[in-house]
């Protein structure tokens, strides 16, 4: 399957500063990508859809000026978690959307746990 | 929207027993249905997917079957072994590009 990136895997950080993780499509173009939170032994909750060259979809009740995202190219997407505090601590995951064959599906990365103290 | 319910939330199997996991949807329009396997502090890897033109696909230990018509599909595994043993997440999609939406995950233990 394909491959996808995403940097840092982990990352502590004080209260109050941003923090921001990379996510990118390694043997493929993405146009879109989308950006997941889990908690433990929970499901992965959308947040929002990168699309590239456009704004970003956000889910209900996830703050657009908090986390933002940006998506520059077709292997690169970015979220920046803005003004993180501690109930910003989980892991954050993104997927790249392949289109193969005439079909799609999605492929994750790695993901980034981010604990704010 | 879409809606996905999964079943079990926690499941224990011997090993070399099967194990069976259903999730229903409520969109119709709904066609793409894949099932991905999460072990601890990873990612979530695809382990087999399944399209609507078709009512069963399997992969060696794996096999999924859907049932449009009732809008439920289920993932199977047979003669289960320790290394299954992880959360298992059903996923709908129409899969012109949109998103996809997740069910709660099902947690498997095998015990050896």
């Known amino acids: 399957g394909a491959v996808v990136s995403q940097h840092p895997s982990r990352v502590i950080c004080k209260s109050g500063t941003s923090v921001k993780i990379e996510c990118r499509s390694l043997d493929f173009q993405a146009t879109t990508m989308f950006w997941y939170r889990q908690f433990p032994k929970q499901s992965l909750m959308l947040m929002a859809t990168?699309?590239?060259?456009?704004?970003?979809?956000?889910e209900q009740g996830v703050e657009k000026d908090k986390f933002l995202i940006n998506h520059a190219s077709l292997t690169l997407s970015t979220l920046t978690v803005t003004s993180a505090h501690p109930e910003d601590s989980s892991f954050y995951i993104c997927?790249?959307?392949?289109?193969?064959?005439?079909?799609?599906?999605?492929?994750f990365g790695p993901g980034t746990r981010l604990l704010v103290l | 929207g879409e809606n996905v319910e999964q079943h079990p939330s926690t499941l224990s199997v011997q090993e070399g027993d099967s194990a069976v996991i259903k999730c229903t949807y409520s969109d119709s329009a709904s066609n793409y249905f894949p099932w991905y396997k999460q072990e601890l502090g990873k990612r979530p890897q695809l382990i087999i997917d399944?399209?609507?033109?078709?009512g069963e696909k399997k992969d060696q230990r794996i096999a999924v079957t859907l049932n449009k018509t009732a809008k439920h599909f289920s993932l199977h595994i047979t003669e289960t072994q320790p290394e299954d043993s992880a959360v298992y997440f059903c996923a709908a999609s129409r899969h012109t590009g949109n998103q996809f939406y997740f069910g709660t995950g099902t947690s498997l233990t095998v015990i050896p």
């Open positions: 399944i399209r609507s033109n078709v």
């Open positions: 990168s699309n590239e060259g456009s704004k970003a979809t956000y």
């Open positions: 997927s790249a959307r392949q289109l193969a064959g005439g079909f799609e599906t999605q492929y």
